[in-house]
């Protein structure tokens, strides 16, 4: 069964007071009192009780140095596809929304046919993605008002009752490639600085810069093991730990894991499969006058991608003052103690291992429904993201021929009715 179509971004509610400042222009200053609490997380202590060498990040740039390379990165990237031009695939639509509404939910695997937009979805979703608070200077996009994703050295100068530099940015979208290599994924420490100066000079790697952001792996299901290791101790936890000759560095490392790939290509992992939060399948367009839209779409892209993205301009930012509203909306969004019970009541019937289907759904539904401006989830809500957030965590029965989304659906109004 075919969820409802995606919420029309005319029908977008107001968009709320933006969650932070909206001025990059100057910093704005947050004293250690605002910035942190008076508990100190088990990963503080850890880091702590170890600290015997100045921690100094050499891949950290300077203030006015990130202004400049992230203005001339705007005007040469290349132009990316809108959003809003992307027809049909409305489940990976939505899921992808919903993830950006709400991090929390886990990411997406986005599992179908070659050819089908999988990897053009997920590039399009830069432009919509929100502005947060970071430290500037920070290689891992500290958040100054949490302690918990907090960089070692942030949280030693809050620590201190230093002020910090604060600006905005936006989410990032980091591109994982299969032939990455683990120090690249992970960061490296010098141990020629280790050892001469009683440094420790650590540069970050992707896992870093993808810290409260998006971590995109195109063909997850061909990534090396090493590196499935890497993601799976960093999904998990969320912190990253390089040990090298005795030498150890922790950062947080907390991002949407978003994966594609095709089914015909290999299977995943199912360690790793199960930590996505939701999963899409996306199928090849039967309609001959819906593929030929897509094929003049892409035609007039390619001819001029500037007019083209100015086409839907508009389009793009009525779903971006969507997006801000149901992400300043959310904590209102209530489900009621009855429909819980259902929830956990399918994924107990439906055998799947541990709880975090029934977590995934109650927050996809969540999301849903702040996305349509509501704050309450109905059954509906529901309907449309309980397949999504089960399907890929059913056990695998090599006699049965019933598609996995199917079965969660037949459970559902079973439950339901």
Known sequence: MAPPPLFSPASAPAASPALFSASTSRPLFVTAASAVSARTPSSRRRWGSRRRLTVRNVAAPEASTATKAAGGAKESQRPVYP????????????????????????????MGDRGTGKSTTVRSLVDLLPDISVVVGDPFNSDP???EVMGPEVRDRVLKGDSLPVTTAKITMVDLPLGATEDRVCGTIDIEKALTEGVKAFEPGLLAKANRGILYVDEVNLLDDHLVDVLLDSAASGWNTVEREGISISHPARFILIGSGNPEEGELRPQLLDRFGMHAQVGTVRDAELRVKIVEERARFDRDPKSFRQSYLEEQEKLQEQITSARGNLGSVQLDHDLRVKISKVCAELNVDGLRGDIVTNRAAKALAALKGRDTVTVEDIATVIPNCLRHRLRKDPLESIDSGLLVIEKFYEVFS
Request: glycine share 10%; hydrophobic share 50%; aromatic share 6%.
């Open 145 to 147: 008002y949490d302690p």
């Open 83 to 110: 959003f809003p031009a992307i027809v049909g695939q409305d489940e990976m639509k939505l899921c992808l929304l919903l993830n950006v509404i709400d991090p929390k939910i886990g990411g997406v695997m986005i």
